[in-house]
Structures are given as structure tokens and as C-alpha cells.
């Protein structure tokens, strides 16, 4: 349409002054998706430390926004924007996620790949089993990345997604982001980030958007125009009725309630109880006066501590469960203020036994430790309550990526083992846990593991004149094994018959119903134990040492105590000399009844004791021998302890895939180029030649037959083209090139929108497959054959068109103009 014809119809058109830029609703579009995604990810704020989480996941919420919006101007399917972005996320995802492990090439290798293949995939049960915050600079970055890029599609997919129903087409967009705001709470944790972000301003926001949606598509449907007026009234109202609804929903759902997240119902997997108990090893640690043995470790260093006064205990673990034979490390003991289960923890460690806010007294400790020659096994020395952790040998990110600590117990455990060497830092919080006669015992219910009932007897006997409260019994009980009782470590030819182990037997019969009480740490600290449960007052055993004056720690300060729980629900110590005293047995046993052997008595039952820390079973050889077989198997480039049907995968099926990936895009990258060419050319003529010549080239890729050729007209292609409106465009390109003046920029930016309405319509009368086909194929990047068509007659030439054919003579005048005119034209 010309400028005079546009001012006798007293219309204006809106010309855009890019056709790639968006217009003013996909401004509104884009706007409302990157606020509400940008909201979303802010949910994952408890989950991660730091804000490099919401950046790597804003840049992601661009990244999609943008690769949509070109893919749609362009005229592309939506499975093109998807696939561009799936070739984004691996050849970005190394450099922005995998940083903290050093891979930060542009160009991603089999290994890159694989790992960032392997926390898309896997990254989530990773997030929930770990104990938040994790990490911000680590590998779970990959999810905020991807999650980015699903809510920039998402949101702005839906948003132009062609639909017939007006209200649907308002509500899609809207209900996507909704759902990308619930999947971020899924996989976040018990309490929100901000219920005012997170509720009233995204829930104003997306009614906001719906409300001006569907004014826009009501709009359109009934011809009418949208009141600014009414649309800056709904939203003032949507917003005012969000305010009232934070305070209203914190008053009737209560703001102690807890949100159910998926991390409520996914277990971590992982078995403490597959680990040795360090008690049973605890005669490692005696002094042998004399006689040799390579295990034991009496005189050897276990560890140097800095950073904590001398007299600090330090804990190699806490055992909180007796099954009969040993004293163990469990999950879920006893309901507490902390989880009581062995979780992934990043650097930085929530835990509320250490939290000031949570009621927590006492002093701040910035420990560095390093294991000597004598300390071995999987339980790693603490103090206190952690609140971070940072390992600083050369394998410090394998073994951070597999640390487990106990908020309950303030046990920690590496699973793949500790040697010599090893050197870690954290800050902890030292409770007050002296115990006092003042202390009051909790209440909770325990009760006596089967056989136990052995201790009943006993305990009454020994508590008689204590009275009723419990804590006074358990004192009056741990004065008694004090007194009464004797120390030995079974070393000597006349104690020998003292065996190793805190097994029922050696318990009852060799214990506390023993003509004489002998035994070392390990037997006085479980027994102690099991009298606190009897009588009522939750006990556990602690294996650690006692830091000396220099700060290291031998086998000779390693001891055995016993915590008992406070009615608050803290725990207290109860130090080993409380019930254990150092007087030596006398002699009952003539010498000719020990065994000649050296070695101690082994208990009637024919199961062994667990072995302790340091040592391994023959399964747990052949096992490990098996794994690292495994793992030198397939050292082919890929991440140490990725499946190796992964490798496989992404190295015979991810790699073609990859390579298909990049000649698609390549080829949607041309007819881009092309595209733009034709509709940025200098002249107006030319711009009205390129768009014929783009109707042309999408007839050809959906496998229309037309006709080319110097000689061939418009209106004989627009024949050979499945089109209503294919004969009136002709005409109108025609009429405008072939004018007696040049066309107006704003002409040629409306036959390109009319152009590209007509493309879309040739689209949507094709099925998926064959538009898809179309996007992807070259056909119309190859030179075409010289074809006339089959019908050459004027009538035939112009069979539904008006105006009879011009004659040779001038038509060749004519293309003559227009060439002269179409001079540069891009094609």
C-alpha cells in the first residue's frame, strides 16, 4: 500500500524498526517471563550459597528469551528454538557450571559432556540429598542453568504458541511459569526463600499478565482496543488483593507450617550402618608394655590440632545404637532439633545445633587438623558442632564430594577413606556440655535392645539410695562402676583372660555379673550406656581423645566417654574417669590357665566382633579391587565415577547426535542470514523482491513444484504455489516494483508481515513432520532447475488473477526496470 493510499483511508501502519526487535506485546511478553523466572530461581535461594546460582540462571533466562523470539521472527518451528538451546546448554554448561573443577572450555570434550550429561540428569538427587546450602560455585550449578533455560521456553513459547481459544492462549504462559515456580520449590527446601516474593508479588505479577493478556486477545477477537485506564486499574487491584492475601494465608495456614518438598520424601542413600564401629577397635589404642604389634598405635601420632585449647575433646564418632554385639552409628536414633542422618554437606554447613539463632551457647573454633601415620579409616576427627568444612590435600574435591556429617551426632564420615597426610579446616561451635548434678535427664522414651535385659538387675541394685530422680541414678550408678570396678586392657599373663569386645557375653557374664568388674573404655563406656537408657535418660558413646599441651594427639589419649541428653535437649558429657576408675584387678587365674597362644578368649558365640575402622574385611578387599578395576577400565577421558554406559552413550550416540545438532542449526542458521538479507536491503524494490523470493523458497521447502528461471514471472510462480493469497501477493510486488515511482519503506515492511502471515498459513496446513522437514530442508539453498509452467497461456498464467498478461515487448521493458532497480538484491 502507497502513502496516498494510506492517507485516503485516513490508516496508519506501525512499522517496526527492525523486523527482529519485538513489537510492544512481545516486550510485555518478554518483561513478564524474566521477572517471573528470575522470581522462580530466587526459590532455589536456600539451596545454594552465594548468588552465582540466580546469575548462571538469569543468563540462561536470556539466552532462551532471545533464541525464542529470533526463532519465532524468523518464522522457525518452536523445535528449532529447542534445539538451539540443547547445543547452548552443553557448549556453555562448562564454563559456566564446571568452574570449581577446572573445566572452562569453550569447546566441550567427552568429559564435559558427560558431566554436564550426568547433573542434568542426575544433579537433582544429588541437590536432595545433600544438606542445604550446597556449594554455589559447584557442578550442581548445571541445574539453576537448566532450569533457566526451560522457563525462558516455557514462558515465552507459550506466550505466542498459536491456539484458537483466546482465554487458553492468555492462560498458557501463565500456568508454565506457575509451574516452573513449583518445580523450584519441589526440589528446594522445608521453608521458603521469601513467602512475600515467592506468593503475593509472583502471584500479582502473573494475574497482572493474565489480565493483560486476555484484554489483548479479547481484543483481537472483537476488533475493539485496549483502555489503559481499566488495564493500570486491574493490576492495581490484582496487586492490593496479593498484599492482603501474605498476611491472610500466614494467619490461617500458620507460620511454623512447613512446606511438603520432594526432599521430605527422598532418602539419601547411604548405609552407616555398613561402616566397622571404631569401639570394637579400641584395643589398638592401649599401651601393650612391651609387646609388639604393627596395628597398634599407642606411641604413633594420630593427628596434629590447631586451633583449640589443650583439654578439648576431639570425635572420631558417636554411637548411638546397640544391637546386641556392637555399639554403632545410626540414622534416626532420636527425634532432635537437628536431622539425626548422615547427609552430603557442601563447604558451608546449616546446622542448628550451632546456630545462635536456635539457642546454641558457646565458643567459636577455627580448627585446622592434619592425620598422622597412625590414624586410618573412614570417621573424620571433629569438634563441636560444624558450620564448614574445606579439605586441602590434593584430593580435596573427591573427598568433599562424598563427606557426610550427623548434625545429630556432630559425626562426620569420608567413605572413601583417610590416610596420612590429609588436611582439612572448619569452623564449629563448642557447646557447653558439662554435666552437673543440676542437670535434669530427658524424658524421652528408650528403651533396651533384645538381650539387654541383663543390666535391669544391676541397675537396680546399684541405684537403690538415689532416689527417683533419673540423672541421680545414673550418677549414683557410674560412682558405683567407678569404685568398685577395675581397669584393664587384657595385656599381661594374667589378664588376658579380660578379652576384647562389648558384646552381650562379654557383658553380663564377663562383666557387671563377673565376680570382679574388669574391663578398659570399651566395656565401661557401653555399659555405662545401657544403664542410662534402662533407668531413662538417653545415652550414646563417644570414641575421640583429649588434645594435650602442643596439640598432638596419640594413640595413649584416646578414650571412650559417654553423653547423656539434657531435658533441653542438648547433650552432656559424662567423662570416662565419672565411671571408670584405674586400679588394676587382682590376680584370680593361675597362669597355667591362660593361653599359651598370646592371643585373647574369643566368646562362645562363633560371630566374630566387627573389626575397627582401620581394617577391612576380605569383602571389602575384593570389592574395592573390583571397583578400581573398574574405574582403570574405563579411564578413557570421562569423570571418575560415571556409570560406563554413560561414556558409551555419549561417545557412539552423543557425539552424531551433536554433529546432527550443528548441521540443523547450521542450515536454520543460513536461511536466517538469507532471510535477513533480503529484508535489510538498501532499496525498498528490493526488499519487495526478496519477500516474493522468501514466499518462493518456503513453497519449495514444504515440496511445492514452482517455477524458476530468469524468464518465469510472478504471477506464473504463483501458480505452482498452495496459496490463497499467492496471486494477490504477485500482484501487489508487481505493482509496486514495477511502479512509476519507488515503493516506501513502510510499503515494504507491510508486504514482509503480509508475506510472512501467508507463511504461516502455507505451515499450518501441513502436518508437524512435514513443517518440521521444511525448516530443516535445502532445497531452496540450491540453485533451482529452469522451469516454465505447464500452462503458458494468458489465461492459464493467470487463472484466478486479474488484469490480462502484459505483452513481451514491455514485460521484458519491465524486468529490465526492476532489475535495474533490485540492483544488490541479496540472493
Not at 545404637?321 to 552430603?344: C, E, H, I, K, T
Not at 574385611?617 to 569423570?639: C, F, H, N, Y
Request: aromatic share 6%; net charge neutral; hydrophobic share 45%.
Amino acid at each position: 500500500m502507497s502513502r496516498a493510499s494510506s492517507s485516503s483511508t485516513g490508516t496508519r501502519t506501525r512499522v517496526r524498526s527492525h523486523p527482529l526487535l519485538p513489537d510492544r506485546h512481545s516486550w510485555i511478553d518478554i518483561a513478564f517471563t524474566v521477572v517471573l523466572a528470575g522470581i522462580a530461581l530466587s526459590a532455589l535461594g536456600t539451596s545454594f550459597t552465594g548468588t552465582s546460582y540466580l546469575v548462571v540462571g538469569m543468563l540462561g533466562v536470556v539466552i532462551a528469551v532471545v533464541v525464542t523470539h529470533l526463532t519465532r521472527a524468523a518464522g522457525w518451528p518452536i523445535i528449532s528454538a529447542v534445539t538451539i538451546l540443547v547445543v547452548l546448554f552443553f557448549l556453555l554448561g562448562g564454563p559456566l557450571c564446571l568452574r570449581s573443577v577446572g573445566d572452562t572450555t569453550v569447546l566441550p570434550g567427552a568429559s564435559t559432556l558427560a558431566r554436564v550429561a550426568d547433573q542434568a540428569v542426575f544433579g537433582w538427587k544429588d541437590l536432595l540429598t545433600t544438606l542445604p546450602p550446597v556449594d554455589g560455585d559447584g557442578p550442581l550449578l548445571v541445574l539453576p542453568w537448566l532450569a533457566g533455560l526451560l522457563a525462558g521456553l516455557v514462558g515465552l513459547g507459550l506466550a505466542h504458541l498459536p491456539v484458537r481459544r483466546a482465554w487458553l492462549a492468555a492462560v498458557l504462559p501463565v500456568l508454565g511459569m506457575t509451574l516452573v515456580l513449583s518445580g523450584a520449590i519441589l526440589i528446594g527446601v522445608r521453608h521458603p526463600q521469601s513467602l512475600l516474593l515467592q506468593g503475593s508479588v509472583f502471584a500479582g505479577l502473573a494475574l497482572g499478565w493474565l489480565a493483560i493478556r486476555a484484554r489483548r486477545a479479547s481484543a483481537a477477537v472483537q476488533g475493539g482496543s485496549t483502555s489503559y485506564v481499566r488495564g493500570v486499574g486491574a493490576v492495581a487491584m490484582l496487586a492490593l488483593a496479593a498484599g492482603i492475601a501474605f498476611p491472610a494465608s500466614a494467619l490461617v495456614a500458620g507460620a511454623d507450617d512447613e512446606r511438603a518438598v520432594a526432599r521430605n520424601w527422598v532418602a539419601p542413600p547411604f548405609d552407616i550402618g555398613r561402616y566397622p564401629s571404631p569401639l570394637a577397635g579400641f584395643r589398638k589404642y592401649i599401651n601393650l608394655k612391651g609387646e609388639t604389634d604393627r596395628a597398634n598405635v599407642y606411641d604413633k601420632t594420630l593427628l596434629e590440632i590447631q586451633g583449640v585449647p589443650a583439654g578439648t575433646r576431639v570425635r572420631f564418632a558417636a554411637m548411638d545404637r546397640y544391637d546386641g554385639m556392637v555399639w554403632g552409628a545410626s540414622d534416626n536414633a532420636l527425634p532432635g532439633p537437628a536431622d539425626d542422618s548422615f547427609q552430603r554437606v557442601s563447604s558451608t554447613i546449616d546446622n542448628p545445633v550451632a546456630d545462635p539463632a536456635e539457642g546454641a551457647l558457646g565458643r567459636e573454633l577455627d580448627v585446622t587438623v592434619t592425620l598422622g601415620e597412625g590414624y586410618a579409616g573412614v570417621w573424620l576427627p571433629t569438634v563441636g558442632a560444624l558450620q564448614s568444612m574445606a579439605f586441602e590435600t590434593a584430593d580435596a574435591r573427591s573427598k568433599a564430594e562424598v563427606f557426610r556429617y550427623n548434625l545429630a551426632t556432630s559425626t562426620a564420615v569420608v567413605p572413601t577413606g583417610l590416610q596420612a597426610g590429609d588436611r582439612y579446616s572448619f569452623t564449629a561451635v563448642q557447646p557447653d556440655d558439662v554435666l552437673t548434678p543440676e542437670t535434669v535427664g530427658s524424658s524421652e522414651v528408650t528403651s533396651l535392645p533384645a538381650g539387654a535385659a541383663f543390666i535391669q538387675g544391676p541397675t537396680e541394685k546399684w541405684t537403690e539410695g538415689a532416689g527417683s530422680d533419673p540423672m541421680a541414678r545414673v550418677l549414683a550408678a557410674a560412682e558405683h562402676l567407678r569404685s568398685e570396678g577395675k581397669y584393664s586392657d587384657g595385656v599381661g599373663r594374667t589378664e588376658r583372660i579380660y578379652v576384647a569386645g562389648h558384646s552381650i557375653w562379654r557383658l553380663s557374664d564377663e562383666f557387671v555379673n563377673a565376680p570382679q568388674i574388669v574391663g578398659n573404655d570399651e566395656q565401661y563406656a557401653a555399659t555405662m550406656a545401657l544403664i542410662a537408657n534402662d533407668i531413662g535418660v538417653p545415652a550414646r558413646v563417644v570414641l575421640g581423645a583429649v588434645v594435650p599441651e602442643g596439640g598432638v594427639v596419640t594413640g595413649r589419649e584416646v578414650s571412650a566417654w559417654v553423653e547423656l541428653r539434657a531435658a533441653d535437649g542438648s547433650w552432656r558429657t559424662l567423662p570416662t574417669e565419672a565411671f571408670m576408675g584405674e586400679t588394676p584387678p587382682s590376680d584370680q587365674v593361675p597362669e597355667t590357665n591362660t593361653p599359651m597362644s598370646g592371643t585373647v578368649i574369643p566368646p562362645p558365640n562363633p560371630i566374630p566382633p566387627p573389626s575397627d575402622a582401620g581394617e577391612q574385611s576380605d569383602a571389602d578387599l575384593k570389592e574395592r579391587k573390583a571397583t578400581r578395576k573398574r574405574a582403570d577400565e574405563d579411564e578413557d577421558g570421562l569423570i571418575a565415577g560415571l556409570p560406563s554406559w554413560v561414556g558409551f552413550v555419549v561417545t557412539y550416540v552423543g557425539g552424531p547426535l551433536l554433529l546432527v545438532a550443528l548441521l540443523l542449526g547450521a542450515v536454520l542458521a543460513l536461511k536466517a542470514l538469507r532471510r535477513h538479507r533480503r529484508r535489510s536491503a538498501d532499496s525498498a524494490s528490493a526488499r519487495f523482491v526478496g519477500a516474493w523470493r522468501e514466499l518462493v523458497d518456503h513453497a519449495r521447502d514444504l515440496g511445492q513444484v514452482v517455477p524458476l528461471g530468469p524468464t518465469v514471472t510472478r504471477r506464473e510462480q504463483s501458480v505452482g504455489i498452495v496459496s490463497g493469497q499467492a496471486g494477490s501477493l504477485a500482484r501487489r510486488a508487481d505493482s509496486f516494483v514495477f511502479g512509476p515511482s519507488a515503493p516506501a519503506e513502510a510499503a515494504a515492511t507491510t508486504y514482509w508481515e503480509s508475506v510472512d502471515g501467508e507463511r504461516r498459513a502455507m505451515s499450518q496446513e501441513v502436518g508437524t513432520w512435514q513443517r518440521l522437514r521444511a525448516a530443516v530442508s535445502v532445497r531452496s539453498l540450491r540453485p533451482g532447475r529452469s522451469r516454465r509452467p505447464a500452462t503458458t497461456s494468458p489465461e492459464g498464467a493467470g487463472e484466478g488473477l486479474a488484469g490480462p498478461e502484459p505483452a513481451p515487448g514491455r514485460l521484458a521493458r519491465l524486468r529490465g526496470l526492476a532489475d535495474w532497480r533490485s540492483r544488490g538484491t541479496p540472493d
